[in-house]
């Protein structure tokens, strides 16, 4: 039995270190995205501490959601070891724990998106993303405290989809 929880200990550990790579992955290319003309690369390699505040929020956001996420993934393998490896509930609980990660960090990129959407219109008189480019470290964090408290909301919102689900 102890062998056994062992290798279900591996395989969760090895899926988590998957869907967190993936998941930082994805987040970074979205954030390409979402910010107005800069060039995360490039604004890095340059020293831009404004744009790696930006970049290392988003990664610590994306951990935060993937990281509840990633106990739900546990939680359904469990659950599928419980009803035996080939049975449909097995696969059912797996595929339910896989498909509300995805569901979470597509939330969260939404919710980070729209709050500093909202941020753009509450602040006016700022222009975040042509601050940022000048290496405005007050911006940066600013828009830091926004992104982590959206994953922290967010993390709240995956938690409740896994007791609900599973």
């Given amino acids: 039995m102890l062998l056994a929880n062992v290798a279900v200990g591996i395989i969760q550990l090895i ?41 290392a929020a988003v990664f610590f956001a994306i951990a935060i959601v993937v990281q509840s996420g990633v106990a739900g993934v546990s939680v359904g393998v469990g659950a599928a070891l419980s009803s035996g490896l080939g049975s449909t509930d097995a696969y059912i609980a ?20 729209l709050a500093l959407k909202v941020l753009d219109r509450m602040t006016k008189g700022v222009e975040e993303f042509e601050e940022l480019k000048k290496g405005n470290v007050a911006v940066a964090l600013e828009m830091a405290g926004v992104i982590v408290a959206v994953a922290l909301i967010i993390q709240a919102g995956v938690i409740g989809i896994t007791h609900a689900l599973i």
Avoid at 20 to 30: K, P, R, W
Avoid at 35 to 43: F, P, R, V
């Fill in 15 to 55: 899926i988590a270190i998957i869907l967190a790579v993936a998941a930082l992955y994805i987040g970074f290319s979205v954030l390409n995205k979402i910010t107005k003309g800069i060039d995360e690369e490039k604004e890095l390699a340059k020293g831009n501490v404004a744009v790696g505040i930006i970049v």
């Fill in 94 to 113: 797996i595929g339910v724990a896989i498909l509300q990660l995805i569901l979470g960090i597509v939330l969260a990129i939404a919710a980070i998106y």
